[in-house]
């Protein structure tokens, strides 16, 4: 059920009302101008989350980065979590980890034709992707991670809530898992509430959308989780999910926030899940890589890993795996699919904001402006010559 996964921990509560006064006082510094948020001459869409840990916010990335690239250029600017890189650094084929950290590769790898740029201070980055001796026509940026990031003012804002972390439900850190209070979703423009079950009844949509107790102003969308065919990381053939059998035992390698989601979503093709948890952009090291060998040897046949895209960056090329387990390694990709047919209605609202606000358009309408004004002022000299 929905916000499932919430764990509070009460006797924290008094340290986050403290991070929680904290928090609310620099939103009113914001709101008031005392801080300034700062618009720019190219369309913005911001994707970020309230709430610390996993929210799905690589796949909806991508997911506008498919719907955008063919028709504008796309750049995606990220902070780069845990890279040991600093500053404002233009992602290439040869980019690594160390450099850019694990998502912006994983972005540029799917997408070598957009832009994938990681900067901590996003008006930088923006200015550096808008300047054409860096970044030669960028039409759209995409904002990964920057709910919080208000010295950058997005047109269009999304804010992704897990079902199974309903803000409404949580608590700030370090109590709960909330980086602001749940007001602050009113800065959003489109509220998406991710990794919804498939199977959802039309009365817990209609309860979600009470309690979420959205502004007039706000749209709000569900999507869920869809897992492709399993990629070898090495070697073999593709693998349908439909072809794992009752018998199999899954090694499921993770290094991210919420792993739940990915092993309640696996158990209908197999009960025999053996989860390998790390925390969220965990950088592998030879030891792991040594307990992954042994584990996964120590498990009996049919068995296979899988592992996630983020994870499989991390892990690629890494010295020291055996051959049974670079022979058996998959990644699991995944992409979101909206539910209540909301999705040519959300395609829509983005491609028309990027289309009416794009520096093309805004170039183009300043000319015929400028035109306009010096016909008018001929026209005035001109009758007064008469």
């Known amino acids: 059920m929905e916000g499932d996964f919430i764990k509070i921990n009460e006797w924290l509560l008094p ?73 404002f650094i233009l992602a290439s084929k040869d980019s690594t980890i160390g450099e850019i950290g694990d998502e912006p590769l994983q972005m540029k790898k799917k997408f070598p034709d957009i832009y994938v740029a990681v900067d901590k201070n996003r008006c930088h980055g923006i200015d550096m992707l808008t300047d054409n ?26 804010l992704l809530v897990d079902y199974h972390r309903l803000i409404i439900y949580d608590k700030l850190l370090p ?36 309690a979420m107790n959205l502004r007039p102003y706000q749209k709000l969308y569900f999507t869920m989780l869809k897992y492709g065919n399993l990629i070898p990381l090495y070697c073999g053939d593709e693998m349908r999910l439909e072809e794992l059998t009752k018998q199999h035992n899954v090694l499921l390698l993770t290094g991210i926030a919420s792993p739940k989601q990915m092993i309640y979503d696996l158990k209908p093709y197999t009960e025999n899940i053996h989860p390998m948890t790390f925390g969220d952009h965990h950088q592998f ?24 895209e983020k994870d499989a960056t991390r892990i690629f090329g890494m010295d020291g795996l055996s051959e049974e387990v670079r022979h058996n390694i998959f990644t699991l990709p ?24 794009s520096r093309n358009s805004i170039l183009t309408k300043a000319k015929e402006e400028h035109k306009e004004h010096k016909e008018n002022k001929e026209e005035k000299t001109n009758t007064i010559k008469f």
């Not at 991508?62 to 995606?76: G, M, N, P, Q, R």
């Open 15 to 87: 340290c986050s009302w403290v991070y929680g006064g904290a928090v609310r006082l620099r939103n009113q510094l914001f709101d008031i101008g005392m801080l300034k948020s700062r618009s720019f001459d190219v369309p913005v869409i911001s994707v970020g989350n309230i709430t610390v840990g996993g929210s799905g916010k690589t796949p909806h990335v991508e997911y506008l980065v498919k719907l955008l690239k063919d028709k504008v250029k796309v750049a995606v600017l990220s902070r780069g979590y845990k890279r040991k890189s600093k500053g």
């Open 133 to 158: 001796n860096i970044a030669k026509d960028t039409e759209v940026v995409l904002l990964d991670d920057a709910f919080q990031h208000r010295y950058v003012k997005p047109g269009i804002n999304i």
């Open 175 to 210: 109590a709960g898992r909330l980086r602001e209070p749940k007001e602050g979703k009113s800065r959003a423009d489109i509220v998406i509430v991710t990794k919804c079950p498939a199977d959802m009844k039309p009365m817990e949509f209609r309860v979600l959308i009470k």
């Open 285 to 308: 090291t030879a030891k792991d890589i040594r307990r992954l060998n042994e584990k996964f040897s120590e498990l009996p046949e049919p068995k296979l890993i899988i592992t996630t």
């Open 334 to 357: 995944v992409e979101v699919q909206f539910m209540l047919d909301q999705q040519e209605m959300f395609n829509q609202k983005i491609i028309d904001y990027v289309s009416k606000n």
